[in-house]
């Protein structure tokens, strides 16, 4: 009796250790990640150094001359700056947030406050597909779609009405900031949505009563009672959207024109993000017989990596639920 | 049925504007800007009905686009014949290399990440006991799953791909995919086990059992929907994922042949990204044919998945 408990207790010490250690591999994958990047990128940060965060041109300087810079193969004519990529990133962002926000909220006080619950319920089924659509299937759609109505229709109109605005005026393109702005505001839609609405429907329902019987109305309900029990609820996936759209890459790849060496001056510019650009210069890069430019986009990676990872904390901070929030939504209905 | 009944004509004289705005005519004292807090209120419903219209309708525009237009290019010989020519020239035939290859890529990624993410979140849910090892663990998780999947592709690379020497491979891309799917297994487990009611725990365990045995025969079983979801999930997620794989998979114009390592492989989301901008027909066809294949596997995963969770759901 005794050896068999000691037995059975050993199976479960077996169970514990073997599971904790397959569940290290969260560890693992991120020591991994960060170290491979630090050592990529280290010829990279060698060379170029702080002009890397400072300058705005970046050209691998191909037909250059191969020469040695502190130690490191170099090519004599190149330069690699980030503040393209960098601004392009928060700027689109930025425009997503600045759109998608508005619409989340209405859509999650629409779901939680406005719409009848069999009508909410599947509105939301709708709002969480969108969650699912592949970005690269939203970059297509605003390449076929998107991009020719806002070149065609709206940005002429725009230009036309809102000129006087500095940065509305001047030539339109279609493609560009406009077009990731509004593309990365749809796909930052489903999630600040869902964790909004699932956080307004928390507001207890003593609450909602006891302003309704005050002779509020609806709306005044919503403003004073729901969204400031929601608040923080509400910054938190607003900030874990943001973390989303500046990580995004292949919607911005397809619509955004992929800008090299110029800022944007207008809002109709050509821009380029840090992982768009990585995407598509991917193969370019491995051509460049210094090695320099894979390093450089090693370090664009970091830096990426660094942006978001803050951002996320952030979030994290504000929404206890943490990151996985669509598939964490699904698993607690 | 009495107890209620006294509060109901109040929550309708206070609900409805209508009697309200008539004793204000009458010279009774209603309610102060009663007629602009009204209007206040219609403009923010309008505003909030046309915040989700506004959402919808793009959501509308892509599955009938792509559902519809991709049905128009739907043909036997499309799905099953290889993808002739290359990005630079005149591309055509069909993507039967990519369908293989995503289903080569999609399921060796499942099949590393389920055992990893699974017996993870076991730990997380049934012995971590809320200790500091486990918060650590989460919040890397969660580091993992909120990155851009831009830098772990570009890191799978620099690993799979130079580092171990396998170029750009099955196994290079499956690897590099599971790490991004991996958070997602072992977060939706930890959480569909943290849901199981500790009755059943110590129900078990009070008969004598093992802490194993109880896991597995008992709260695996009533969490084994909420598992399946987050498994589902998750091939969506590595469904819809490019980037990682341009540089872990590349691509090839052949049927997948068997090897896992130095052999490029094909995938769908290549197909849409790269023959989308590139001007002949027969390419965007390849293109359309792809987006339709993606949206609708990944909106028919969308729809098993809640069937999953409602229709097993014990708990």
Same mark, same amino acid.
């Given at each position: 009796?005794?050896?068999?408990?000691?037995?059975?207790?050993?199976?479960?010490?077996?169970?514990? @250790? +073997?599971?904790? $250690?397959? #569940?290290?591999?969260?560890?693992? =994958?991120? %020591?991994?990640? &960060?170290? /491979? !990047? *630090?050592?990529?990128?280290?010829?990279?940060?060698?060379?170029?150094?702080?002009?890397?965060?400072?300058?705005?041109?970046?050209?691998?300087?191909?037909?250059?001359?191969?020469?040695?810079?502190?130690?490191?193969?170099?090519?004599?004519?190149?330069?690699?700056?980030?503040?393209?990529?960098?601004?392009?990133?928060?700027?689109?962002?930025?425009?997503?947030?600045?759109?998608?926000?508005?619409?989340?909220?209405?859509?999650?006080?629409?779901?939680?406050?406005?719409?009848?619950?069999?009508?909410?319920?599947?509105?939301?089924? @709708? +709002?969480?597909? $969108?969650? #699912?659509?592949?970005?690269?299937? =939203?970059? %297509?759609?605003? &390449?076929? /779609? !998107? *991009?020719?109505?806002?070149?065609?229709?709206?940005?002429?109109?725009?230009?036309?009405?809102?000129?006087?605005?500095?940065?509305?005026?001047?030539?339109?393109?279609?493609?560009?900031?406009?077009?990731?702005?509004?593309?990365?505001?749809?796909?930052?839609?489903?999630?600040?949505?869902?964790?909004?609405?699932?956080?307004?429907?928390?507001?207890?329902?003593?609450?909602?009563?006891?302003?309704?019987?005050?002779?509020?109305?609806?709306?005044?309900?919503?403003?004073?009672?729901?969204?400031?029990?929601?608040?923080?609820?509400?910054?938190?996936?607003?900030?874990? #959207?943001?973390?989303?759209?500046?990580?995004?890459?292949?919607?911005?790849?397809?619509?955004?024109?992929?800008?090299?060496?110029?800022?944007?001056?207008?809002?109709?510019?050509?821009?380029?993000?840090?992982?768009?650009?990585?995407?598509?210069?991917?193969?370019?890069?491995?051509?460049?017989?210094?090695?320099?430019?894979?390093?450089?986009?090693?370090?664009?990676?970091?830096?990426?990596?660094?942006?978001?990872?803050?951002?996320?904390?952030?979030?994290?901070?504000?929404?206890?639920?943490?990151?996985?929030?669509?598939?964490?939504?699904?698993?607690?209905? | 049925?009495?107890?209620?009944?006294?509060?109901?004509?109040?929550?309708?004289?206070?609900?409805?504007?209508?009697?309200?705005?008539?004793?204000?005519?009458?010279?009774?004292?209603?309610?102060?800007?009663?007629?602009?807090?009204?209007?206040?209120?219609?403009?923010?419903?309008?505003?909030?009905?046309?915040?989700?219209?506004?959402?919808?309708?793009?959501?509308?525009?892509?599955?009938?686009?792509?559902?519809?237009?991709?049905?128009?290019?739907?043909?036997?010989?499309?799905?099953?014949?290889?993808?002739?020519?290359?990005?630079?020239?005149?591309?055509?035939?069909?993507?039967?290399?990519?369908?293989?290859?995503?289903?080569?890529?999609?399921?060796?990624?499942?099949?590393?990440?389920?055992?990893?993410?699974?017996?993870?979140?076991?730990?997380?849910?049934?012995?971590?006991?809320?200790?500091?090892?486990?918060?650590?663990?989460?919040?890397?998780?969660?580091?993992?799953?909120?990155?851009?999947?831009?830098?772990?592709?570009?890191?799978?690379?620099?690993?799979?791909?130079?580092?171990?020497?396998?170029?750009?491979?099955?196994?290079?891309?499956?690897?590099?995919?599971?790490?991004?799917?991996?958070?997602?297994?072992?977060?939706?487990?930890?959480?569909?086990?943290?849901?199981?009611?500790?009755?059943?725990?110590?129900?078990?365990?009070?008969?004598?059992?093992?802490?194993?045995?109880?896991?597995?025969?008992?709260?695996?079983?009533?969490?084994?929907?909420?598992?399946?979801?987050?498994?589902?999930?998750?091939?969506?997620?590595?469904?819809?994922?490019?980037?990682?794989?341009?540089?872990?998979?590349?691509?090839?114009?052949?049927?997948?042949?068997?090897?896992?390592?130095?052999?490029?492989?094909?995938?769908?989301?290549?197909?849409?990204?790269?023959?989308?901008?590139?001007?002949?027909?027969?390419?965007?066809?390849?293109?359309?044919?792809?987006?339709?294949?993606?949206?609708?596997?990944?909106?028919?995963?969308?729809?098993?998945?809640?069937?999953?969770?409602?229709?097993?759901?014990?708990?």
């Amino acid at each position: 009796m005794k050896a068999g408990n000691s037995r059975r207790r050993l199976v479960d010490r077996v169970y514990d @250790f +073997v599971s904790a $250690l397959l #569940g290290s591999s969260a560890l693992l =994958f991120l %020591f991994m990640i &960060l170290a /491979v !990047l *630090a050592v990529f990128s280290l010829p990279s940060l060698v060379v170029n150094g702080l002009n890397f965060f400072t300058t705005v041109i970046w050209n691998p300087g191909i037909s250059t001359t191969l020469t040695a810079v502190r130690g490191f193969p170099a090519m004599s004519g190149a330069s690699y700056g980030m503040l393209v990529f960098f601004s392009g990133t928060l700027i689109s962002s930025g425009l997503a947030l600045l759109i998608g926000a508005p619409l989340s909220i209405g859509v999650a006080i629409f779901l939680s406050m406005i719409a009848p619950k069999r009508l909410s319920a599947s509105l939301s089924f @709708f +709002v969480e597909l $969108l969650a #699912g659509i592949p970005s690269i299937v =939203f970059g %297509f759609w605003g &390449l076929l /779609v !998107l *991009a020719p109505l806002l070149v065609n229709v709206v940005e002429p109109v725009m230009a036309q009405y809102l000129g006087f605005i500095p940065g509305f005026g001047g030539p339109v393109y279609g493609y560009g900031l406009i077009a990731s702005g509004l593309v990365l505001a749809l796909m930052i839609v489903p999630i600040v949505s869902a964790i909004s609405r699932d956080a307004m429907s928390q507001t207890p329902i003593e609450l909602k009563e006891a302003a309704m019987a005050l002779g509020m109305t609806n709306w005044e309900v919503t403003r004073k009672v729901v969204l400031p029990y929601a608040k923080t609820a509400i910054v938190g996936s607003l900030v874990l #959207g943001l973390g989303r759209a500046l990580g995004e890459t292949m919607a911005v790849a397809m619509v955004s024109q992929s800008a090299l060496n110029i800022l944007p001056m207008t809002v109709y510019y050509p821009i380029n993000t840090l992982s768009a650009f990585m995407a598509v210069t991917f193969d370019s890069a491995l051509t460049d017989p210094s090695g320099m430019e894979i390093s450089s986009l090693a370090e664009l990676a970091l830096v990426l990596f660094i942006i978001t990872t803050t951002v996320n904390i952030v979030a994290r901070l504000l929404v206890r639920r943490g990151f996985i929030s669509s598939a964490e939504h699904l698993v607690q209905v | 049925m009495s107890a209620k009944e006294p509060s109901q004509p109040a929550r309708a004289a206070v609900g409805s504007p209508n009697s309200i705005g008539r004793s204000t005519r009458s010279g009774i004292r209603g309610p102060p800007n009663y007629g602009v807090r009204r209007l206040r209120n219609a403009v923010m419903t309008g505003l909030a009905v046309a915040s989700i219209l506004i959402v919808l309708i793009p959501l509308a525009d892509i599955i009938y686009l792509f559902v519809v237009r991709g049905l128009e290019v739907v043909s036997w010989p499309a799905l099953t014949t290889i993808t002739v020519g290359t990005g630079v020239e005149f591309v055509g035939g069909g993507i039967s290399n990519a369908i293989s290859g995503t289903i080569v890529l999609i399921g060796l990624a499942t099949a590393i990440t389920v055992p990893l993410g699974l017996v993870g979140g076991i730990y997380m849910a049934e012995f971590s006991d809320n200790n500091r090892f486990s918060e650590v663990l989460r919040f890397v998780a969660d580091v993992l799953a909120g990155n851009s999947s831009m830098v772990v592709g570009l890191a799978g690379y620099f690993i799979f791909v130079l580092y171990f020497g396998w170029g750009y491979s099955a196994l290079a891309g499956s690897l590099t995919l599971s790490i991004l799917m991996f958070p997602y297994i072992f977060r939706t487990t930890e959480l569909a086990l943290r849901k199981v009611p500790n009755e059943i725990r110590e129900g078990a365990r009070a008969l004598g059992s093992t802490k194993s045995a109880m896991i597995n025969r008992l709260t695996l079983k009533f969490a084994m929907p909420g598992i399946l979801t987050g498994i589902l999930l998750s091939v969506s997620i590595g469904l819809s994922e490019t980037a990682p794989l341009l540089f872990t998979a590349s691509f090839s114009n052949y049927n997948f042949n068997g090897a896992f390592l130095h052999n490029p492989v094909g995938f769908l989301t290549y197909v849409v990204f790269v023959y989308s901008l590139l001007p002949s027909t027969s390419a965007h066809n390849l293109a359309y044919l792809s987006s339709f294949l993606l949206i609708t596997s990944i909106l028919a995963i969308n729809v098993v998945a809640r069937v999953v969770l409602r229709r097993f759901s014990k708990v």
